[in-house]
């Protein structure tokens, strides 16, 4: 075990990225265009794994160094590593009271009633959609649109995204929510909430929830006297989701991801 113990660990750790990386949970731990590196690792780590398990020196164990073995205890405790939506905020949440929002199913694409599910219709047509957030763009446009001021020339645009409520009235005026996803850039640590502000009465959603929301782009002020661009809905449908709450930015998706922002003439 003394003579060995480097090789062990260089071993175990090889399998750990094999694991994650076989079961589809990269994603949830680092962004795309980052993974590549931690997949070239495997290469030195495996030959090192085995020249030290083969080749006989001398090392002194010491009993500080089981912590080498946390990244393993990590994984079984972490699972798939999903953050939960309630860390999108870091204070208690209060759970509100349900109202008549009804549920879709992803699968069926119809609309199911909650409180008679035999009541089923066709979702109704809207109008046309100018900004049709996809996840290659969400965190992108979801910063531009609230933040920038470009964004005042898209007032009046319908726009829709799917997302879960998070409780933000500290920060967010009576009568606005906010709904998104966790944005990002390089790996889970740095993992943000990324979202759009909605003039609507978080009282009227379950936090933590997920919503599809469609509406218009309205200017209003803050409550500092800022310009923010907010989504007045027509719709605010509570969804039965089974996507991810993680998102990247365009860069993490490739070139073409970028390019779809592009298309909105975007100005700075």
Known sequence: MKKHFLGIICLVYSLIIVYVWAFNYLDNYIAPSMQIYIKLSLIPMIVMGISFCLVDFSYKFKVSDIILFAPLILVFIAGDANLSTTLANNKMVKLSKKNDIVLVDDTSKEVVNDKDEKDVEPVKEVEEIFFDIEDE?????A?????????????????RFRGFAVDYSEYLDDGYSAIGKYSITCCAADAEFSGFVVKYDFSKLESHSWYEVVGKLELVKDSEG????VVNPTSVTQIISNEKQYVYSCNNYGKDACSKILEYDLEY
Not at 137 to 141: D, F, Q
Not at 143 to 159: E, R, S, W
Not at 226 to 229: F, K, L, R, T
Request: hydrophobic residues 35%.
């Open 226 to 229: 800022y310009d923010m661009v």
């Open 143 to 159: 910063d531009y649109i609230t933040y920038m001021k470009g964004a005042q020339k898209f007032v009046g645009k319908t726009i």
């Open 137 to 141: 763009t969400y965190s992108y446009l």
